[in-house]
């Protein structure tokens, strides 16, 4: 777990605020056979795989971090632009550019700065620009139909094609979501690991959104979790009631 989840850093370089979810659920899984082993083994293949990183931001920039990315303090600033609503807007594109830095990674790092002293000028705004993003990013999943029927389309969709892909698309992203929160609900506090790890993953994520840019596809990656949260659930509730006694006889 702790390789793949390296290696991952070098595709999304935000996959490292997983590493806490993933060694909880370590030591869940590991209760009875050293789980103190378990995640620090897991610590450790993590760091071993992002060696080259690390090294890397010591000697370029004298930082201790397994960042993968020039753009993550741009990401802070458009996270916290509440005009935007979060999301990635021009008027903060313009505004990087003009930065100082003469590299990518310095005006970033300096946009990044800004982004800190707009949830250190108005917490309870930035409080507020957080909830409307965790809408934002959980709310609907629409944008598959919108890249494959609407973005840049000549010529345009048929209306009533595109209204039944969205159509499509939020009654079976709401089925996913209501079953999998039956899942959770109906673990109680002796949620299987598999559901621990998803529930984590969900909120380490979130959490991460809070702050930085949010798009609804940024959930699309963790869709599987849910699917199969719902999946295990619904089988297992008419598992029960297939297996249920016959009444008795009167």
């Known amino acids: 777990a702790g390789l793949v989840l390296g290696l991952s850093q070098y595709v999304r370089p935000s996959s490292f605020v997983l590493l806490p979810a993933f060694v909880v659920v370590a030591l869940v899984a590991a209760r009875d056979s050293g789980p103190r082993r378990a995640a620090a083994a897991l610590v450790l293949a993590f760091g071993l795989v992002l060696a080259p990183v690390i090294a890397d931001n010591w000697v370029r920039y004298g930082e201790f971090s397994v960042e993968?990315?020039?753009?993550?303090?741009?990401?802070?600033?458009?996270g916290t632009n509440r005009e935007a609503g979060g999301r990635f807007n021009e008027a903060d594109a313009d505004l990087l550019r003009t930065l100082p830095g003469d590299t990518l990674r310095e005006r970033s790092d300096a946009a990044g700065r800004i982004g800190a002293e707009r949830i250190v000028d108005d917490p309870d705004g930035f409080a507020g620009l957080a909830v409307r993003k965790l809408v934002g990013m959980w709310g609907e999943d629409g944008y598959a139909v919108f890249f494959a029927l609407e973005w840049e389309r000549d010529p345009p969709t048929a209306p009533g094609l595109l209204l039944a892909g969205y159509l499509m698309s939020a009654l079976?992203?709401?089925?996913?979501?209501?079953?999998?929160?039956?899942?959770?609900?109906?673990?109680?506090p002796a949620m299987p690991t598999w559901l621990v790890a998803a529930v984590l993953i969900a909120g380490s994520v979130t959490l991460l959104h809070a702050f930085v840019e949010v798009q609804p596809r940024y959930h699309a990656y963790l869709t599987p979790l849910w699917i199969a949260a719902a999946g295990v659930a619904l089988a297992r509730r008419g598992?029960?009631?297939?297996?249920?006694?016959p009444p008795a006889p009167r």
Do not use: C, D, E, I
């Not at 993968?68 to 458009?78: C, D, K």
């Not at 079976?172 to 109680?188: D, E, I, K, L, N």
């Not at 598992?239 to 006694?245: N, Q």
């Open 68 to 78: 993968t990315s020039s753009y993550a303090g741009f990401g802070l600033l458009v």
């Open 239 to 245: 598992a029960r009631g297939a297996a249920a006694p």
């Open 172 to 188: 079976s992203w709401g089925f996913v979501t209501v079953a999998a929160a039956y899942a959770v609900v109906r673990g109680g």
